[in-house]
């Protein structure tokens, strides 16, 4: 399910297909929520902020994953 990209040591890329059940989902948001909390505690700078807005934009793609699943 999560595949680290190799371009940035802390930057991964989330990929599903959209045929994911609604546990996976749950799953995934979840997993969205424990990243963001993590990521809150990581000193301020650049690099924190890019992480943050990346997994900003998690809730987003999962709520159209969902949405192409109907």
């Known amino acids: ?17 959209a045929d994911r059940t609604l546990t996976e989902m749950q799953q995934l948001e979840a997993m969205a929520a424990k990243l963001l909390e993590t990521a809150r505690k990581l000193p301020a700078g650049p690099v924190s902020r890019d992480i943050l807005k990346e997994i900003g934009k998690f809730p987003v793609r999962i709520e159209a994953l969902k949405a192409k699943g109907k």
Do not use: L
């Not at 371009?7 to 989330?14: L, S, Y």
């Open 1 to 17: 399910m999560n595949i680290i990209d190799g371009k940035e040591p802390h930057v991964g890329v989330v990929t599903v297909s």
